[in-house]
């Protein structure tokens, strides 16, 4: 990947990431990074017993 495909893909990349989508487990409009960042956490409760079964979301 040549630097002005990189520089083009990271500001694509970064945009997104700050876009603001509803997020069922936090009740409210969040970051898709801080959305990503909540069911990181999730997962690891699940991993770790702390909570019993993983529940997937979807965006469209």
Do not use: N, Q
């Not at 945009?15 to 898709?32: D, E, F």
């Amino acid at each position: 990947m040549d630097r002005d495909t990189l520089r083009t893909f990271l500001t694509t990349y970064e945009r997104r990431m700050l876009t603001a989508a509803h997020h069922p487990s936090a009740g409210r409009c969040v970051s898709y990074r801080k959305a990503l960042t909540v069911r990181a956490c999730h997962l690891a409760d699940v991993i770790t017993d702390r909570t019993a079964a993983y529940t997937p979301i979807g965006w469209r």
